[in-house]
């Protein structure tokens, strides 16, 4: 059933080749792009949070926490400290017997010096507690002791009135004695201590009164020491009162004529024949009495 007219229409029909080029659609394959996601196995990092665990063996230092506390045993000492406090106890009862407090009553000490003067007499001075200057001389010349009467020495006397609470005044007077070089011979020579009323009456005290003197006995220092006590009830060397200035001093009296007795002056001195040179006395007040 074919007719040619047919296959001259057939040729016509060659030019459909052109129509493949629609199969460009199949551009669609360039997907495969997306293999660059491999880039992910970076995260095995993850696995360090895991080796934190490790820092844990530094835990030992805790032991050494535990050393310290071993130290406790010095609070036992402290406790030794507390025994020391029991001595207290049987003791301070004691001690009440102090009982009299605030009577103002003052302990009184007896027989205390309550004062002590002492020079050489040379015309120094000194105060004394009762605020009486004392005058101690002045000896400048020797002195001869009169025969057959009393005759003051100089340098022995002073004017004086002991402290308050005084009940003995000690009188001290050294001097030096010689003989007349002519005749080379010592005068037999006494002493004795004097003390006036206060009112220029004086009275001989038996305590202290000496002599002195013999035919081989050229030169002495004599000490003169007496003690007058002050109140009643006993005799001799005592003072009822001595609120008062009252002189005291020592005399001599010689023996006999030709035996000429010299006071402050030695007959020799050094080995040789010496009436010139003053040897000064000294005289001393001591006051003892009650404080």
């Not at 060659?14 to 199949?26: I, K, N, V, W, Y």
């Not at 996601?37 to 696995?47: A, C, N």
Request: negative net charge; contains cysteine; charged residues 15%.
């Amino acid at each position: 059933m074919y007719r040619w007219r047919s296959l001259v229409c057939a040729t016509d029909g060659l030019m459909g080749p052109t129509g493949d080029a629609g199969a460009t659609g199949q551009g669609g394959n360039t997907g495969p792009d997306g293999s660059t996601g491999q880039g992910g196995m970076t995260g095995p990092t993850g696995i360090t949070p895991t080796e934190h665990g490790d820092t844990g063996s530094t835990g030992p230092g805790g032991e050494g926490g535990g050393g310290t506390g071993n130290a406790g045993p010095t609070g036992i000492a402290a406790g030794g400290t507390g025994h020391t406090g029991h001595k207290g106890i049987g003791t301070v009862g004691d001690t009440g017997p102090t009982g009299p407090t605030g009577s103002g009553l003052l302990e009184s000490l007896q027989s205390q010096v309550l004062e002590h003067l002492s020079s050489i007499c040379d015309g120094r001075t000194a105060m004394s507690r009762m605020g009486d200057v004392i005058t101690f001389g002045p000896v400048t010349v020797s002195m001869q002791a009169p025969v057959g009467a009393w005759g003051d020495i100089t340098g022995s006397d002073v004017l004086y009135r002991p402290p308050t609470g005084t009940t003995k005044v000690i009188y001290k007077f050294c001097f030096q004695t010689g003989l007349d070089p002519v005749l080379d011979r010592s005068a037999t020579t006494s002493f004795k201590v004097m003390i006036d009323d206060g009112a220029g009456s004086f009275t001989g005290m038996t305590g202290g009164s000496q002599t002195s003197g013999s035919f081989t006995l050229f030169s002495r220092y004599i000490k003169i020491e007496t003690p007058i006590d002050i109140g009643t009830g006993s005799t001799g060397n005592t003072v009822p009162d001595w609120s008062a200035l009252r002189t005291i001093k020592t005399q001599c009296w010689a023996y006999v004529a030709l035996q000429d007795s010299f006071i402050h002056t030695p007959t020799y001195w050094i080995g040789t024949t010496d009436t010139t040179d003053i040897i000064k006395p000294i005289l001393t007040l001591t006051a003892i009495g009650t404080t």
